[in-house]
């Protein structure tokens, strides 16, 4: 087990919380990280470029004229991909991007970059967040006691008026502990649990 201190969200210490050994000090492989990275941007992918081909396009079933005499080139079809306001050969089809990725894996890989952001000192962990009303300025005001630049915040529960407070504000993001991925830890500079977010992840991955 590993001890880390618990803050107030106005940067005053209240206590300790211990971290359990196979979530939070797991050996780091980065080939593992960047599968789960792929992974993620592979599922985000549209993928719902088209185009029209010779049989979908509209019109060119008669031939333009025959096939000998006229000396011209042949031609079959006034949709040929040849001709202006023809089908597209070869074109890009809707098509799904993502890819299988062993929940095994995918579980580890979220060690790792928890794992990671304890070793680098980028974790904190916070007792527990409290705005009375939906507010910018008093979000600022937290972030700013805390030192925090580009965090991730990640809570127990859907908290609206933190998650709402926050969402102006540049390099922020607020998610809850069972919507955390791989992805958003790497792309933010610091970690930031809830007290309960921690013990929640203890539950699912421990």
């Known amino acids: 087990m590993i001890k880390t201190k618990v803050y107030s969200q106005d940067n005053v210490e209240v206590g300790e919380i211990e971290l359990k050994d196979e979530v939070f000090s797991v050996a780091v ?3 593992i990280l960047h599968q789960a990275v792929r992974y993620h941007l592979a599922a ?4 719902c470029a088209s185009v029209k081909n010779r049989s979908s396009i509209r019109g060119g079933g008669k031939k333009p004229w025959r096939q000998k005499g006229t000396g011209r080139a042949r031609a079959g ?8 306001g023809g089908a597209v050969a070869h074109g890009p089809q809707p098509r799904d991007y993502s890819f299988k990725l062993n929940k ?3 579980r580890l890989a979220l060690k790792m970059a928890l794992s990671a952001r304890l070793s680098e000192d980028s974790l904190k962990v916070i007792e527990k967040f409290e705005l009375p009303e939906i507010k910018t300025k008093n979000f600022v005001e937290i972030k700013n006691k805390l030192s925090l630049k580009k965090p991730l915040i990640v809570l127990a529960e859907k908290y ?3 998650e709402l407070s926050a969402r102006n504000v540049p390099g922020v993001q607020v998610v809850t502990q069972d919507s955390l991925t ?5 792309r933010h500079q610091e970690l930031i649990l809830d007290k309960q977010a921690v013990e929640k ?6």
């Open 160 to 162: 609206n008026n933190l």
């Open 201 to 206: 992840l203890h539950e699912r991955l421990g």
């Open 29 to 31: 492989k980065p080939e």
């Open 104 to 106: 095994k894996v995918r």
């Open 182 to 186: 791989v992805y958003d830890i790497l």
């Open 44 to 47: 985000k992918r549209a993928g």
């Open 77 to 84: 079809t006034i949709r040929s991909p040849l001709w202006r």
